[in-house]
């Protein structure tokens, strides 16, 4: 039973930056790795950042030098900032989350998406 609540989408013009966040909650033993992933229309779902807890990160090429993605383990929550926005990052942004509940099973959950549009 874990909840994942993303914030921060919106219009924005080419050039311009947007800070994402996604909170996740519930009774787990922790949270390992939190992403944030995308899909654009006729296009798969593709993975954007990840960061571990211990904050080892890692960039899909098309972003990187654009995106940083960090978290805050404290408030269980992760953030995408996302700087010099192309049109081509117009895309439903999809938090996820991944770790262990207090059982020892694993669990990956997902928010429901916040749209990002990138246009003059």
């Known amino acids: 039973q874990v909840q994942l609540v993303e914030s921060g989408g919106g219009l924005v013009q080419p050039g311009g930056s947007l800070r994402l966040s996604c909170a996740a909650s519930?009774?787990?033993?922790?949270?390992?790795?939190m992403g944030w992933y995308r899909q654009a229309p006729g296009k798969q779902r593709e993975v954007v950042a990840t960061?571990?807890?211990?904050?080892?990160?890692n960039y899909a090429d098309s972003v990187k030098g654009r995106f940083t993605i960090s978290r805050d383990n404290a408030k269980n929550t992760v953030y995408l900032q996302m700087n010099t926005l192309k049109p081509e990052d117009t895309a439903v942004y999809y938090c996820?989350?991944?770790?262990?509940?207090?059982?020892?099973?694993?669990?990956?959950?997902w928010g429901q998406g916040t749209q990002v549009t990138v246009s003059s």
């Open positions: 519930g009774t787990v033993f922790s949270f390992n790795s």
């Open positions: 996820n989350a991944e770790g262990l509940y207090r059982s020892s099973s694993s669990f990956s959950s």
């Open positions: 960061i571990t807890r211990f904050g080892s990160t």
